[in-house]
Structures are given as structure tokens and as C-alpha cells.
């Protein structure tokens, strides 16, 4: 999982060979022309014209292709990494963590609870009912992992486990990545 500095770093450099990538392409039809179009900055004629529409398209078409390749949200990449996501601790929702013999009460008042067992997690219930899914089979992530990065883990899993120096800091669910992280867990 990349961290939002990491996706800051990796945009400005896909955008700025994205703009180098158009200038060299529009530079190769200036030459082409016979040194006529500039851009159409002097005087407005086709050549010119053809120059910047090829700047255009050359440019649209790399920013796709980055954004593909490199899995980068569109407004980091259009940004040069001014805009990052946030973190997945930034965005995780805290809950309630019992002992397994309380945990009946607890889950009354919200709907995902982190079981423990002297302290140590053992599974989470609430996921599916009357269930506890064990501690192995959920799927823990950084804290520091940028949220964007989750959509591979969460188009197949429920729930995601937001771990920080090995404690628990909270969880991403489904429904939360999907409605713009603005919901909470209850």
C-alpha cells in the first residue's frame, strides 16, 4: 500500500512527463510544418492551430494512460500531487473493542464490534450474523496507507482493519469507501 507522499511524488512526475510528452510531440510537428505554426502565437493560421491541438491530445492521452498505470486518482494527478487523499487512520471510523463475554450488550449499540479476548483481538462480529470472524481472516492494512489504495481490498472484502503500532485505530467498510468516507460505523 503507497502512502499519500509517495502518491504526491509519483503524480507531479507523471504530470510534468505528461506536459513534456505533448511539448515534444507538437515540437515535432512545428519541424514537420516547416517552422510555420508556433502554436499559433504569432499569427493564427492552421499550422498552428494543428500544434496545439496536437499538444491537447497528446497531453489528454498521457494523463489516461498514468492514471491507469500508475492507479492514481484523477484529482492527484491533474493537481501534480497539490491534492493527496488521506490516510487510511484519517478516515477510519473507531469501535467499540470488548471482552468476548460482554460483547451481546455492546453489539445491541453498534453494528461492528472488535472482539478481544485479555485485551488481545480475536475477530470481529457484525460483518455477518451471529458470527465471529476470526482474527485471521480479516484484512489488516497501515495506517499510514493512502485510502485510495483500499478499493482493491474493500471490492472484495466487507471490512478493512485500520491498524496502528499493532493496535487497532479503527475500520474502512464497504459502504464507508463507497459513500465518500463521510459515513460512520453503527
Known sequence: MRRPGQLRLAALLGALA???????????????????????????????VAEGLLFVIAFTSALRYLRSALRMPSPTLLSFGLVAPPTARQVAAQVPRVESAQN???LAE???????ERGVPI????????????????????????VTDLRRV??????V?????????????????LGGLWGAVR
Do not use: P
Not at 110 to 116: A, C, D, K, L
Not at 139 to 144: E, F, N, P
Not at 161 to 177: F, L
Open 18 to 48: 505528461a506536459i513534456v510528452f505533448a511539448l515534444l510531440l507538437s515540437f515535432l510537428l512545428y519541424l514537420l510544418l516547416g517552422r510555420r505554426g508556433s502554436l499559433a502565437f504569432h499569427d493564427f493560421d492552421v499550422a498552428g
Open 104 to 106: 451481546i450488550q455492546t
Open 110 to 116: 453498534n453494528r461492528i464490534v472488535v472482539v478481544e
Open 123 to 146: 475477530g470481529v462480529t457484525g460483518l455477518t450474523r451471529e458470527r465471529i470472524t476470526s482474527w485471521e481472516e480479516l484484512v489488516k492494512v497501515d495506517g499510514r496507507a493512502a
Open 154 to 159: 474493500l471490492a472484495h472484502e466487507k471490512l
Open 161 to 177: 482493519v485500520v491498524m496502528e503500532d499493532g493496535k487497532v485505530a479503527g475500520v474502512v467498510t464497504q459502504e464507508m469507501y
